[in-house]
Each structure stands twice: as structure tokens, then as C-alpha cells.
């Protein structure tokens, strides 16, 4: 079971506890959050915000998509996922991406938290915008996606 | 026929819009689009050569939410986004 979806900071924040009540579930015995936030540190610059971009439908598709691979790799019975990545502008320690995940067991929930996150970086398209203390701004490089 | 490139991450320093309106020849394909967005850097942003790696990186997205190659024919008024270099999360 999947939830997937792209929250628009200037309408809502993404929040622990959606997660919590779609993830319950009395077959799964662990449960883990993986919770992406602004740091205030990057290559030496200090950094007071991020802002989001995302072409929505296609961040939809491309959870779905690793959902499916997920299944495929895995094969775990009864995992449930919960996937919400944010859009706009957010400041320092506020919540950028929420992946709850809940299976059977907890070295399940350990390998499908953690592939998620890695497949989500290689293969989403969302890009981040940094905000410095000197008012400089700057687009962070990130992984060509483009079909040969 | 017109087409508009639908701008997100490092190109939407590409306009103060979220998007660009081109136009190309009937059946002009996403390498031809490639050219097109490479001729506009040069005449409005001195050649700037950050944003032409941007384009050279980049994929395409067609009308449809799919990631297109190069071969990609495309549709008079349809809606191409520039999909550059990703890095969420």
C-alpha cells in the first residue's frame, strides 16, 4: 500500500503524524520514518533556507514507479509506504521529504526505508534551491535523467 | 508551429515566466527544441555557459508526463518541460 503525494508548503507542512495513522497496521511489526530537513551548512556557506521544485505529476509517477520496483525486489509481504516530498520555500530544521514505512519485520523496514531514499535521489525530479545568510542564492547541481 | 517549454529547477533563470514560447518547424523534434533553447541562451544571456550545460544535461517531458528522447517528435501547442539535473530529497 502506497501514499504518495508533493505538499505545497504554501498551503500546508508535511506532518508525522499523516504518516503515523496511514501506516498503522497490525501486521507490521516496524516501523521506520526517514525525515529530510535543511541543514544550516553546505560546502562552507550558511545556509537560512531551501526552496523546492518538483514537477509534480511526474514525482507522483516516479514514487509509484519505486514502489513497484520495491515490490519486485523485495517481495515483502504487507509493506505499507508513505511517501510525502515538499514544494516551495522552507527555513532551517523544517521537513523536506517523510518516508514511513512499516513491514513485518524491522530489517525489512531497514532495506525499504533506506532503498526508497537512495532510488527517490537518482531517479525524482525535484530541485533545490539554497538560500545564504550573505542573500546569494544558488540551484544545487544534481543527476542527468535524460533517455539516449 | 508553437510549442512552450515548460521551465523547472536551474532553467527558470531561463525567464522571469515559468515558461517559453517557441517556434519551430512542423514535426521539429526534442534535439531540434535543444537547438532552439541553446540559440535563445545565446541571444538573451551572452552565451552564458552555465545554463547551457544546463540545457545539454537536461531531459524532457512530454504532454503525456513522460521522459522523452531525443527523437521525440513534438505537437503543435504542446506543453515540453525541461527537466534539469535532479537532486530532492
Given at each position: 500500500m502506497l501514499h504518495a503525494r508533493v505538499v505545497d508548503i504554501s498551503k500546508e507542512k508535511i506532518e508525522l503524524l499523516r504518516a503515523e495513522k496511514f501506516i498503522a497496521s497490525s501486521k507490521c511489526g516496524a516501523?521506520?520514518?526517514?525525515?529530510?530537513?535543511?541543514?544550516?551548512?553546505?560546502?562552507?556557506?550558511?545556509v537560512i533556507a531551501m526552496t523546492y521544485d518538483s514537477h509534480d505529476a511526474l514525482v507522483v509517477k516516479s514514487f509509484e514507479?519505486?514502489?513497484?520496483?520495491?515490490?519486485?525486489?523485495?517481495?515483502?509481504?504487507?509493506?505499507?509506504?508513505?511517501?510525502?516530498?515538499?514544494?516551495?520555500?522552507?527555513?532551517?530544521?523544517?521537513?523536506?521529504?517523510?518516508?514511513?514505512?512499516a513491514c513485518k519485520h524491522r530489517d525489512q523496514a531497514y532495506d525499504l526505508s533506506r532503498f526508497f531514499i537512495e532510488e527517490i535521489k537518482k531517479k525524482t525530479p525535484v530541485w533545490k534551491k539554497e538560500h545564504y545568510e550573505d542573500g546569494d542564492s544558488q540551484w544545487l547541481e544534481g543527476n542527468s535523467i535524460q533517455k539516449k | 508551429m508553437n510549442m512552450?517549454?515548460?521551465?523547472?529547477?536551474?532553467?527558470?533563470?531561463?525567464?522571469?515566466?515559468?515558461?517559453?514560447?517557441?517556434?519551430?518547424?512542423?514535426?521539429?523534434?526534442?534535439?531540434e527544441l535543444r537547438v532552439a533553447i541553446i540559440n535563445f541562451i545565446e541571444e538573451n544571456f551572452q552565451n552564458n555557459e552555465n545554463y547551457k550545460k544546463i540545457v545539454n544535461s537536461s531531459a524532457f517531458c512530454s504532454d503525456k508526463d513522460e521522459i522523452v528522447n531525443d527523437n521525440y517528435k513534438i505537437s503543435n501547442n504542446e506543453k515540453v518541460g525541461i527537466i534539469p539535473p535532479i537532486?530532492?530529497?
Open positions: 516501523s521506520i520514518y526517514f525525515v529530510g530537513t535543511v541543514r544550516d551548512l553546505n560546502n562552507n556557506k550558511k514507479e519505486i514502489y513497484q520496483s520495491s515490490i519486485k525486489k523485495f517481495n515483502f509481504d504487507n509493506s505499507v509506504v508513505f511517501i510525502e516530498h515538499i514544494k516551495g520555500k522552507i527555513k532551517l530544521a523544517e521537513i523536506s521529504i517523510l518516508i514511513a514505512v | 512552450k517549454l515548460e521551465l523547472y529547477g536551474a532553467s527558470r533563470d531561463f525567464s522571469k515566466e515559468s515558461f517559453i514560447i517557441f517556434n519551430l518547424k512542423e514535426k521539429s523534434t526534442i534535439k537532486g530532492g530529497g
